[in-house]
């Protein structure tokens, strides 16, 4: 186990960073003292590069190498954005700011790699070029994108591309990661029905889009269960069903829908897309009434490549020892927005263990301070042996 010790050192110095960026939880794009915070920081730390503004309020931090292989470039990426929750932790340092909460621990990702940042740029024994990137708008599912699309990769000459988060519910000091689709690709769909309106005590001269609804949410529980093979994962789940009435004896002319849909394959996702296409249209027809399902692709599958997996696999259990890894983690169907990135380039995402505290996304849930030092080494060997020193 090697936890580096230059982290002991720093530990408090980063969990402080971490309280600060705690109580001042930022959303979406508009992470501003969140990036002005992190570019002072890396300024500070003598990082060669600091560039603010990517993807509106990305940050890149750019930290050279002894020597510098050109061929060398690795990017590690940290998220930098809260969620609109109502903190109840009553911590300290809870959130200042009502109705917003780093409720997904990204206050820690960020201070993690500001710590690898300056462990980085103070010893720099690398042969090649690390580039730290701080990325908006994880929830929203569009900063990645949005800072790929701001020329991000070919700028700053990134080769390969690493992800971390943390988990609850696994050990703190434990890493997991598996090759090939470890996060789902998240998809969201509306249903419009219109049927015809009328008395409810004469349904006959009524097309009842309640009725033709609930036969659609049967029929679509369906798709998994009887068209995707069983060893297959795909969620399909309806999340509001509301009619166009609000009366005890009105027979309402429209119903509204929507959902998400879950998947881990491209095949699976096409060939859900395609029975909800029939079951929606059919449903309809068979009653006498018209629907439309308006399907939105969103994130693609968080796909982790076998070379860089086995790698960043490897790296955690340099830290933390080969017991404390678990390489093939069951995939979990949430959606990360990473997924761009490990589109655009080869690369791997990693959890960390976040011990028994609440969930993601729970009012009570918060970071966990003595993870610092295993996510911090864990960055600082990653770029030492992704790009060895002569
Ligand atoms: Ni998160």
Known sequence: MTILNRFTELRTDIADWRRDLHANPELGFNVHRTAELVAEKLKAFGVDEVVTGIGTTGVIGVIKGKQTNPARVVGMRADMDALPVVETTGLPYASKIEGRMHACGHDGHTAMLLGAAKYLSETRDFNGTSVVIFQPAEEDACGARAMIDDGMMERFGIQEVYGMHNLPGVPVGKFVIRPGPFLAASDWFTIEIEGRGGHAAFPNACIDPTVIGTQMVNALQLVVSRAIAPVDSAVVSITLFHTGGDSFNVIPQTLHMKGTVRTLDAGVQGLIEEQMNHIVDHTAKAFG???????????????????????????????????????NWPPLLGGEDFSYMLNARPGAFIFLGNGNTAGLHHPQFDFNDEAISFGCSYWARLAERAMPAD
């Open 289 to 327: 009434a018209r629907a439309v399902l308006n399907y939105q692709r969103g994130i693609p599958v968080t796909r982790n490549t076998e070379r860089e997996t086995s790698f960043a696999a490897d790296i955690a259990a340099e830290v933390v020892g080969e017991q404390h890894v678990d390489r």
